[in-house]
């Protein structure tokens, strides 16, 4: 079952068995949910959980200086990400 703690605990396993012991979570895709930091927790597996916000946001490659469009609530869901998984080393 998709997001389920018992899918999660084998898709991270067998990062385990395969000798991995770090996952990246790309920025580009999503905040994983709290029971994928659990499982990887259990399993001594180290997460790099990026923020949602990735790729060219500065300009240098025509983006936009301004982006995102509303600062308050990227900070907002900035901060609440970080509430969420500061427990998990």
């Given at each position: 079952?998709?997001g389920?703690?018992?899918?999660?605990?084998?898709?991270?396993?067998?990062?385990?068995?395969?000798?991995?012991?770090?996952?990246?979570?790309?920025?580009?895709?999503?905040?994983?949910?709290?029971?994928?930091?659990?499982?990887?927790?259990?399993?001594?597996?180290?997460v790099?959980q990026?923020?949602?916000?990735?790729?060219?946001?500065?300009?240098?490659?025509?983006?936009?200086?301004?982006?995102?469009?509303?600062?308050?609530?990227?900070?907002?869901?900035?901060?609440?990400?970080?509430?969420?998984i500061?427990?998990?080393p």
């Amino acid at each position: 079952q998709r997001g389920s703690s018992e899918r999660y605990y084998h898709e991270v396993l067998l990062h385990r068995w395969a000798g991995l012991n770090f996952i990246r979570v790309w920025g580009g895709s999503l905040t994983e949910r709290p029971e994928f930091f659990e499982v990887c927790d259990r399993l001594g597996i180290l997460v790099m959980q990026e923020f949602w916000m990735s790729g060219d946001n500065n300009g240098r490659w025509a983006g936009s200086y301004d982006w995102p469009n509303d600062h308050d609530s990227y900070l907002a869901q900035a901060q609440d990400m970080v509430k969420m998984i500061r427990r998990h080393p």
